[in-house]
């Protein structure tokens, strides 16, 4: 048996603070906090004293003060084999797809490309304090096998998948309907489940599958109902006309998914910036999530993500918040809650820092239908959280001198933070961050 005794000024979420922090019951603070943790989940969370007093009583103690102690960060869509397409020059998105990202896939291809990614993406995540993501491999099985095997080796609980796609791509990334299936069952049975593994039916987009192999989609996502599905909607207008031509009898793009059974509360909708009402409908009664992804809506010119039109629906649209690397231009959810405060701000939509970090919590548990495993500092739940130094670059420090609240402290870190901030990162109770600089 492993025993932890972490001592700092704690956070968590229990709801939705919708009116910020008028919402006492949404979450819990304390000031000098104890978070016990054994054999990798959380056995305790309370006053450091009286922690230190019962159960922590011979307990080693880990003490972060003054910095705070929250749940790690959860990135609900993010693509891995993108990681040197970042910060490529391009108009829109299918300019950005065929100059650079197709061409960057097809390397995965190559004998250790993939582990070589894996190892990095799985070490900048750690650097800024993501500890569960829902990936994008690439339509080679050996992405899938790297991605995962890098996963369990460092403990990591991650949600990802091969990608399916038997058109409109160059010919190194295509599979066909058939194979697409077959290699998505073998990769099922071998890693969901296997140690924190779970695995998404990945359809790239509409775009780039035949009918035939969306329809062996939704049969996957029907054999497996347990899985997630993951794919993208309405990022760009370009790519909605396109859709349009693919398929004609469609009413407009969700259709498509709808009509293939792909919609429903384990599916991840990349995007949703262009959606019509009828959509927007569809998205809701299905209990499907739009996914925001602030910088790379931004990068890539794609729009802007309403988010008071999708709570507005009845019922309301579920949403989750991710960096979309590399569309995105930051691993960092701290400045993709930065990115997506400014989108709704715009909009004249208010986003209280209280909310910005549920979302990347809570609300990105919630999304994932992982609520009580991760997201939270709840007994029970798994150990995966970080430490947030609200002081890690000389202009944060000379700002705190005047920060006399912890929501101004948060919305500091939100808007000047990056990796940095992150002081330490828990995996299942063990530090990893620190590991990463010995």
């Avoid at 910020?20 to 305790?44: M, Q, W």
């Avoid at 108009?91 to 100059?99: H, R, V």
């Avoid at 050996?142 to 369990?152: G, L, M, Q, R």
Wanted: with cysteine; net charge negative.
């Amino acid at each position: 048996m492993t025993e932890l005794l972490l001592r700092g000024r704690l956070l968590t979420f229990h709801d939705e603070p919708l009116a910020g922090d008028a919402s006492p019951d949404a979450f819990t603070y304390i000031e000098d906090g104890g978070l016990l943790i054994r054999d990798g989940k959380i056995r305790a969370i309370g006053d450091y004293g009286r922690l230190r007093a019962g159960e922590g009583r011979n307990v080693e103690v880990i003490d972060h003060r003054p910095h705070l102690i929250m749940p790690g960060f959860i990135d609900t869509h993010i693509h891995y084999p993108q990681m040197q397409v970042v910060a490529s020059y391009a108009g829109e998105l299918m300019e950005w797809l065929n100059k650079y990202t197709f061409v960057e896939e097809q390397k995965f291809s190559n004998q250790g490309h993939p582990e070589r990614i894996a190892s990095a993406f799985f070490d900048e995540l750690i650097r800024h304090g993501t500890t569960t993501a829902a990936a994008y491999c690439t339509v080679h099985k050996a992405s899938v096998e790297a991605f995962f095997t890098e996963a369990d080796r460092r403990n990591m609980r991650m949600i990802a998948g091969k990608v399916m796609m038997d058109r409109n791509a160059p010919s190194g990334l295509l599979d066909t309907a058939q194979s697409g299936y077959d290699d998505s069952k073998e990769l099922i049975g071998k890693w969901h489940g296997t140690g924190r593994q779970l695995y998404a039916i990945t359809p790239r987009f509409a775009p780039t599958s035949t009918p035939e192999q969306l329809e062996l989609s939704g049969l996957l996502a029907r054999e497996y109902p347990d899985l997630h599905v993951q794919t993208h909607l309405c990022e760009n207008t370009a790519e909605i006309a396109f859709v349009a031509e693919l398929f004609p009898w469609s009413r407009d793009y969700t259709q498509v998914y709808e009509h293939y059974g792909l919609l429903g509360p384990k599916t991840l909708l990349g995007h949703c910036i262009h959606l019509t009402d009828a959509e927007i409908a569809a998205i809701a009664n299905s209990g499907s999530v739009a996914v925001f992804c602030p910088t790379s809506n931004l990068f890539i010119g794609s729009g802007l993500f309403n988010l008071a039109r999708l709570e507005a629906s009845h019922p309301p649209v579920r949403h989750a918040i991710a960096t979309d690397i590399g569309g995105g231009t930051s691993y960092s959810m701290l400045r993709t809650l930065d990115e997506g405060y400014k989108i709704l701000n715009i909009q004249g939509q208010r986003y209280h820092p209280l909310r910005s970090y549920y979302q990347a919590t809570l609300g990105n548990a919630r999304a994932l239908s992982l609520q009580g495993i991760i997201g939270a500092l709840t007994p029970g739940a798994e150990a995966d959280c970080i430490v947030l130094n609200a002081r890690s670059t000389p202009a944060m420090r000379l700002r705190m001198e005047t920060v006399e609240t912890l929501v101004e402290e948060l919305f500091l870190m939100q808007t000047m933070g990056d990796d940095r901030t992150i002081a330490e990162v828990y995996i299942a109770g063990k530090p990893a961050k620190s590991l990463l600089a010995s």
